[in-house]
Each structure stands twice: as C-alpha cells, then as structure tokens.
C-alpha cells in the first residue's frame, strides 16, 4: 500500500527535521546515512523540493534542509506528494471495494497522526 519511495521519503524528511534549522545535509550525506544510492536520494527530494517540504543550496556547504513548522507537517503530507489514492485513481471499469477504501482510510489517519517534529 505504502512504496519503498514514501517510506524511505518519510525517511529523508525526518532526518532532515532531526538536524538544527539551519544545517544543511549533502545529498552524499543522506546517501550514507540512510543506504541508499545518491541517485535515489536525488529522486526523492526532487518532489519534496518541488512541494516545499525541502529547500536547497548549492555549493561548499550547501545540500538540503528542511522547510518550515516540522509540528505542522505530518507524515501523510509527505507521503502524499508520493502515493496516489482511491479517489485520485482514474475510472478503470473495476470498483473499489469498501475494505479497500478503509484501509486507505486507516493508513492516512494513522500516519496524518505523526508530525516530524
């Protein structure tokens, strides 16, 4: 239900979050930390960038930070920007059955309850 890409996005925003507010994190240095390859790490933060969740600056000392009330940004946020719902999915001709649509329901609720601060 949840993508590798989400969790390991929810990862990188939680490092991120974890850091002081005004450090930045090399795109080599998430790499290292969470064991994923450079070009995957690139991968996630272009969509949290493009949402806000991140900024960046290039250059000596430059890489990512994160943007932000970390109280108000909850793990459904970010994981948003990567997984499609129930209800985004385009009409395919097969219904959507009820458990399906509560168990969506049960993965937003649960993770909208945890904040990255």
Not at 4 to 17: E, P, R
Not at 80 to 102: H, I, K, M, R
Request: net charge negative.
């Amino acid at each position: 239900m949840i993508s590798n890409k989400t969790i390991h996005a929810i990862d990188v925003c939680v490092l991120l979050a974890a850091q002081r507010h005004d450090t930045y994190l090399s795109t080599s240095e998430l790499a290292l930390r969470l064991g994923l390859s450079i070009s995957y790490i690139e991968n996630i933060l272009k969509p949290l960038k493009a949402n806000g969740f991140v900024s960046s600056l290039k250059g000596p000392g430059g890489g990512y930070k994160i943007c932000g009330d970390m109280s108000l940004v909850s793990m459904w946020d970010v994981a948003a920007v990567f997984e499609q719902t129930l209800e985004d999915e385009e009409p395919t001709g097969q219904s959507v059955q009820p458990y399906e649509l509560e168990l969506e329901n049960v993965v937003r609720k649960t993770l909208s309850g945890f904040v990255l601060a």
